[in-house]
């Protein structure tokens, strides 16, 4: 049951801080509710001081005059018993109500206890008091104090008293109206100021929300603007500055929407450009071809310069045409004309034939593939001659840039979805460029010329591909470590991915970054 409550609790909280870090009007009510509240406070606690200060100071001065006239009294009276004859007309004076209590007491008297009024208890008296009208003669001191009667509550009272000869005069007031004034002065200064706070807080929320609105009007404008609705506009009312943000974001879109028009225009009419180029060279290029490979076959019979002009011929006529099917290949994906033709494979045999496309290439280079492959069959419904094609050019792209070092190619599976990763330990990839590497002719180092003699489209092809299946094709690299290569692919043609079996981050390298973590903290301890 604890348990539960306490879910709940942080459940609401966490619920209640989402939304004060999402709403600029909560956040607003909520700081104007939490300083109003603080000056409420504040100033209640200030004026009850001082209402207070004032209706004592105010009683206390009525006392003054009481004493006053209590001491005349006194003075008037003559003989033996005098303190008896001023004490019952001091008595008399209080009235039925008994506004006051009263003590008289003769110092010569060392028996003498005094004479109070009523049930008075002259422990009522303070001995502070006696003391300071004892030491300054004629002085009239009053002091807060409490009240004690024989047969009733104790309660608190001003006391004055004065000192005139040997006699003591003491007037004792109860408190009692004083405590029902402050009492519901403080009641009403709290109605008063919860209500002023809430009317604070409902103020700055209306207030706030004709601030806010425009504003969240705004973003779902420049959502829908995001999101490719290019004729979105807001509505614009008034003058105000509200009003000029919206002239200004309408005219942003305006402005975005032609130029997104214009590229869109440029772009269509570069790709049929390139279209209809590549297109146009199939044909002479086929007769180069076959002129090339005639030329090529009977190199033997030519003169040494001559024969190695028909080795270089071919070698870049074959270098033209993996181009020109490229672009090709690059104008189909742009034209939303690339097809699937899936059928069911195991991922393992596309493995095993590209890897032995490259490999004469790997070991002119120096370089060493090591394979990790699952012992069962990884059956997936895919285009086996795109996927073969992006194996090849991840293949190609280790090799090319490995440094002679071990390339190591992972496959994996699961229920959903099968992943390969081709990793090297090669010169790597700066940070922002695992986006880049995908761009079309990008190279991390333009000064490097190629030794494998790749278009600069490979790896641009292989992510469109990757996409016409639904998967995706992910670079993850750091400079002196090497690059790692992920493609993910659902098992069934049309599934959503969810997930990919295989880390985009090597396990070894986060075995490492864990390990200098953990030396970290441990450096930090010690």
């Known amino acids: ?42 100033l209640g606690v200030f004026l009850m001081q001082q209402i207070t200060t004032a209706l004592l100071e105010s009683r206390g001065e009525s ?37 006051y209590e009263v003590y008289l007491r003769d110092t010569n008297e060392k028996t003498n206890g005094g004479l109070p009024t009523n049930d008075l208890d002259p422990v009522s008296v303070p001995r502070q008091l006696t003391e300071e009208i004892n030491a300054e003669p004629g002085a009239k001191i009053w002091r807060i104090g409490t009240l004690v009667r024989q047969y009733h509550d104790d309660e608190a009272a001003l006391i004055a008293g004065a000192k005139d000869g040997p006699y003591e005069l003491y007037y004792l007031f109860p408190l009692k109206q004083e405590q029902r004034t402050l009492v519901f002065v403080q009641r009403t200064m709290v109605g008063v100021g919860v209500t002023l706070v809430l009317l604070l807080a409902a ?25 490719g609705r290019l004729e979105e ?8 500055d509200l009003a000029k943000l919206g002239r200004s974001f309408n005219d942003m879109a305006t402005t975005l929407q032609e130029k997104i028009y214009e590229l869109e225009g440029l772009s269509q009419v570069q790709r049929q450009f390139v279209s209809d180029v590549s297109h146009e060279l199939r044909t002479p290029l086929t007769t180069m071809k076959i002129a090339a490979d005639m030329l090529y076959e009977n190199r033997e019979d030519f003169q040494a310069m001559v024969s190695r002009s028909a080795e270089l011929l071919q070698s870049q006529m074959e270098r033209f045409e993996s181009l020109l099917a490229d672009l090709l290949e690059i104008s189909r994906h742009d034209a939303g004309a690339a097809t699937l033709d899936a059928e069911s494979v195991d ?23 090591v394979l990790k492959l699952p012992g069962e069959a990884c059956m997936a419904e895919v285009d086996r001659r795109r996927v073969a094609r992006i194996l090849r050019n991840l293949l190609f792209n280790a090799v090319e840039h490995g440094e002679g070092k071990d ?23 700066k940070p922002g460029e695992s986006q880049m590497v995908f761009d079309r002719f990008w190279r991390a180092d333009p000064s490097r010329a190629r030794t494998i003699g790749g278009t600069g489209l490979g790896l641009s092809i292989s992510r469109e591909d990757a996409q016409l299946h639904g998967g995706w094709l992910q670079a993850w690299g750091e400079p002196g470590v090497g690059s790692q290569f992920r493609l993910s692919l659902p098992r069934k043609v049309g599934a959503e991915l969810r997930g990919s079996p295989l880390p985009l981050v090597p396990a070894e390298v986060e075995l490492n970054r864990a390990n200098l973590v953990d030396l970290a903290d441990l450096e930090v301890t010690e």
Request: hydrophobic share 45%; charged share 25%; glycine share 6%.
């Open 347 to 369: 991922v393992r045999e596309l493995v095993l034939t590209a890897v032995e496309d490259v490999q004469d290439v790997a070991e002119r280079r120096g370089t060493k593939v």
């Open 407 to 429: 390339i190591v190619v992972t496959v994996a599976a699961d229920r959903d979805a099968v992943a390969l990763a081709v990793r090297d330990h090669g010169t790597g990839l």
């Open 203 to 227: 103020i700055a929320s209306v207030v706030t929300r004709q601030i806010v609105i425009p504003v969240r009007l705004a973003a779902q404008s420049a959502e829908r603007l995001a999101a």
């Open 63 to 99: 006392a003054v005059q009481q004493l006053n006239e209590g001491l005349g009294i006194l003075k008037r009276v003559q003989g033996d018993r005098i303190p008896e004859k001023v004490a019952r007309e001091l008595a008399a004076r209080s009235g039925p109500s008994g506004r």
């Open 1 to 42: 049951m604890k348990t539960t409550l306490l879910r709940l609790v942080r459940g609401s909280w966490r619920r209640s801080y989402v939304r004060w870090r999402r709403s600029i009007q909560v956040r607003v009510v909520t700081t104007t509710l939490l300083l109003s509240t603080i000056v409420a406070v504040v």
């Open 233 to 240: 506009r807001m509505k614009v009312r008034g003058e105000d």
